[in-house]
């Protein structure tokens, strides 16, 4: 059964910096993009970031370009996302996402794996 199962949410001041986890369980999933996505309460999920299954190319939504930076460890079936200068519109449920790809996608329709999602808040 494949599982992703993400942590590193909290509580954090704005301007703060959390890293976020994501680990996969259930196969490999080393030659397939990865992505994550968040969702603001009253908001529809929206993509964030996503790393191609080598790791080689990434690509971030406008909003977090420059803030996040998205990486992944094949041999562990991990993603992770590095979120600095955090601000309050950050706050959200994050979701990472295992794409039907190896290359990179920012549509979730493209995405056939899904966490259950950690909360991150920032506080101003």
């Known amino acids: 059964q494949v599982q992703l199962v993400e942590s590193g949410g909290g509580l954090v001041q704005a301007g703060g910096s959390l890293r976020l986890s994501c680990a996969a369980s259930g196969r490999t999933f080393s030659t397939y993009a990865m992505g994550w996505f968040r969702q603001a309460p009253g908001k529809e999920r929206e993509f964030v970031a996503a790393?191609?299954?080598?790791?080689?190319?990434?690509y971030y939504a406008d909003s977090v370009k420059g803030r996040f930076t998205i990486s992944r460890d094949n041999a562990k079936n991990t993603v992770y996302l590095q979120m600095n200068s955090l601000k309050p519109e950050d706050t959200a449920v994050y979701y990472c996402?295992?794409?039907?790809?190896?290359?990179?996608?920012?549509?979730?329709?493209?995405?056939?794996?899904w966490g259950q999602g950690t909360q991150v808040t920032v506080s101003s």
């Open positions: 790393i191609g299954w080598s790791g080689g190319s990434t």
């Open positions: 996402a295992v794409a039907r790809t190896g290359s990179i996608t920012v549509h979730e329709y493209h995405y056939g794996y």
